[in-house]
């Protein structure tokens, strides 16, 4: 365990260095997730503009599970961003045989490899968002509130990352999955804003299909009272390790067949 | 004609590129879809929670085949033509294009015609499918939207002209920077709010709605959508269609220039 931290370290530093040398990506990187993530706020405002709530949610309630959405979704895009590179090239350029020489985990070595700053452009406009939001409907969090609230965000973590994971294992299979990671990364959009405007067979594949409720709209509903507090938080705890486990399956299966072609 | 014989085959190759690639390109065109299907949700909470019918002009009705009408035309008229150009300076295959006895502007336009031809196949049709069935479970309805084609294609064809020299410009910025990724983000974000791919440019506040009908961005998705809808008519209409061909000339004259300018310091540098 104190190897793979030391060894995290080591990877952090090294993935800094060569930002640091593309500092320009980085600031425009940084910046258009900041604008993306701002851009649903501003659409949020302006059709606000016209209608008193939206379906029984007010304003600042819609704001707060927006801006909760993001910060999952922020963490993970720090932290587990190489995944997508596995889909784009790594596999595709035979890249991949790489960490099979290496004494340690080869997922390990993957996730470390890449920390990518971009995140906190969603993460900044999230907890940005939850702050105003917070303010806005005179609610504070109690400290028990407050620690749940902070399981199911890393609950989401995992959600992200073990349906990422999934997806991107898929490149074992076909080389190139990106197509597919994004196509699961637009049905996570859904999750920004309450799910009750959807019909019932969308809500069923938030919830049950491609869990992304449990990242934004149980556990920010259960924050705000509109759901038990236990249950919200609980099953985005629930369904980030049930992710996780998913994710990590098909990663096996996916290594198998690599190494079954191979060689 | 010879030409067109001579540079067919550019849009024959993006063609069978983008059918190799099947598979791939549905799920990134169905990611995109999905994009319209959450805000057609929201609207329609939107239109749910609101007393009137209509926003800032804007019927229910109005409003879908505004989100259908906009996603194909973007699909339609958005070729990547910066993304080709952008890859070819990357991996040095520029250089075999600049001494073969091509119009390289024109082989990337018949490229993009390849992407825009699959495009308005898979994505067009089924556009153009949706909003006929959709017009025909509304008939009667008194918001029922009425469809301005021939004001529509012509709108289309500038948008198509502005997108594809704008995009070259685009492309072009690979010449001078390494930081395309990050560029062509920022710019996706900037185009998706000022062509009216978010939200109609009406629910901007005053000023901002004024300026944005100025910009580029809203000559590429906005107008042929809103002409589409007949919310452009008479002397307003007549007014958009000029901002945007002015516009198209604009990019156009600049995406030659450009070209020139880059390839004279490309071959100084060459030696």
Redesign the interface.
């Known amino acids: 365990m104190g190897r793979y931290r030391r060894l995290y370290v080591r990877y952090m530093a090294q993935h800094l260095k060569g930002l640091m040398s ?1 500092r ?6 940084l ?3 900041l ?2 993530q701002g ?1 649903g706020i ?2 949020i405002g ?2 606000f ?7 029984g949610w007010s304003f600042f309630e819609v704001l707060f599970i927006y801006g909760f959405a993001q910060i999952p979704r922020g963490l993970d895009h720090i932290f587990f961003d190489n995944l997508w590179i596995l889909a784009w090239r790594i596999v595709a350029k035979g890249d991949f045989d790489r960490y099979l020489l290496r004494p340690v985990s080869p997922l390990f070595q993957l996730i470390a490899e890449r920390f990518q700053p971009d995140g906190f452009g969603e993460l900044l406009t999230g907890l940005v968002a939850v702050g105003v939001a917070l303010v806005g409907l005179h609610l504070s969090l109690s400290p028990p509130a407050l620690l749940l609230g902070l399981l199911a965000i890393l609950g989401g973590v995992f959600i992200y990352g073990g349906v990422k994971l999934a997806f991107a294992s898929i490149a074992f299979w076909t080389k ?1 999955s ?3 990671l ?2 699961a ?3 996570a ?2 999750a920004m ?1 309450p799910i009750t ?3 019932k067979g ?1 809500r069923f594949v938030l919830t049950f299909v491609l869990p992304f409720a449990f990242t934004a709209y149980f556990p920010a509903a259960a924050l705000l009272g509109k759901e038990g507090l236990l249950f919200g938080t609980g099953s985005a705890i629930i369904a980030g390790a049930a992710c996780s486990a998913a994710g990590y399956l098909v990663w096996r299966l996916g290594l198998r067949a690599y190494e079954g072609a191979g060689n | 004609m010879s030409l067109l014989r001579r540079y067919r085959l550019f849009t024959r190759n993006a063609l069978s590129r983008l059918l190799t690639y099947r598979a791939n390109v549905l799920l990134f065109i169905f990611g995109n879809i999905l994009q319209t299907v959450v805000l057609f949700y929201l609207w329609r909470a939107v239109f749910r929670s609101s007393s009137s019918a209509a926003l800032k002009g804007f019927s229910f009705p109005e409003m879908v085949v505004y989100l259908i009408a906009s996603t194909a035309t973007i699909q339609l008229t958005r070729s990547g033509a910066d993304e080709v150009i952008a890859d070819e300076i990357r991996d040095g295959a520029i250089a075999m294009n600049l001494v073969r006895p091509i119009d390289y502007r024109l082989r990337v336009l018949f490229d993009s015609f390849g992407t825009s031809l699959y495009n308005f196949a898979f994505v067009g049709l089924p556009a153009i499918a949706a909003i006929a069935l959709l017009l025909g479970l509304w008939k009667g309805e008194p918001a029922m939207p009425v469809l301005h084609i021939p004001e529509f294609l012509l709108s289309l064809a500038l948008a198509f002209a502005l997108n594809f020299s704008y995009l070259f410009c685009f492309g072009l910025v690979a010449f001078v920077t390494t930081n395309m990724w990050g560029m062509s983000r920022l710019e996706m974000v900037v185009a998706s709010l000022f062509s009216g791919s978010l939200i109609p440019l009406v629910f901007f506040p005053g000023w901002l709605r004024e300026l944005s009908t100025f910009l580029p961005w809203a000559s590429m998705g906005y107008t042929p959508v809103m002409a589409l809808l007949g919310k452009l008519q008479g002397a307003s209409l007549i007014g958009a269609l000029g901002i945007e061909a002015a516009w198209a000339l604009f990019f156009i004259w600049l995406s030659g220039w450009a070209w020139d300018r880059l390839v004279r310091r490309l071959a100084v540098n060459g030696g």
């Open positions: 593309y320009v990506d980085f600031w425009f990187g910046l258009s997730f604008l993306n851009l501003l659409f302006l059709v503009s016209s209608i008193p709530s939206l379906q190139f990106q197509s597919w994004f196509a990364y637009r049905v959009d859904f804003y405007i959807y019909g969308l």
